[in-house]
């Protein structure tokens, strides 16, 4: 099974920039959709962003126009490119993994994602 590994959480101030990374274990080309999904205390795991092996985006309304989602392929990883952040964004960050042989597009629900990273905390100050 593909093992995922979060990086580049931190804490920034509100109107900063983060970029986070997750680093899979295989090839996710062909084989994986990835996905962004964010928890914050008290509050249920919920969707930021996807991106279809082929390339096909898909983003939460509350992160439009603010956050990217990119892959590299050749490096197996994908990365959240977060803008203009928010206090409202601080949470605990999850790379999702959903196996898929079909070009897309990817899924927006947690329960379609096979495989989790481990999470990395993202903190934004007011």
């Known amino acids: 099974q593909v093992q995922l590994v979060e990086s580049g959480g931190g804490l920034v101030q509100a109107g900063g920039s983060l970029r986070l990374s997750c680093a899979a274990s295989e090839r996710t080309f062909g084989n994986y959709h990835m996905g962004w999904f964010r928890q914050a205390p008290g509050k249920e795991r919920e969707f930021v962003a996807a991106i279809s092996w082929s390339g096909g985006t898909t983003y939460a309304d509350s992160v439009k126009g603010r956050f990217t989602i990119s892959t590299d392929n050749a490096k197996n990883t994908v990365h959240l490119q977060m803008n203009s952040l928010k206090p409202e964004d601080t949470a605990v960050y999850y790379c999702?993994?959903?196996?898929?042989?079909?070009?897309?597009?990817?899924?927006?629900?947690?329960?379609?994602?096979?495989?989790w990273g481990q999470g990395t905390q993202v903190t934004v100050s007011s």
């Open positions: 999702a993994a959903q196996r898929s042989k079909f070009t897309g597009p990817p899924g927006t629900l947690r329960q379609r994602y096979d495989y």
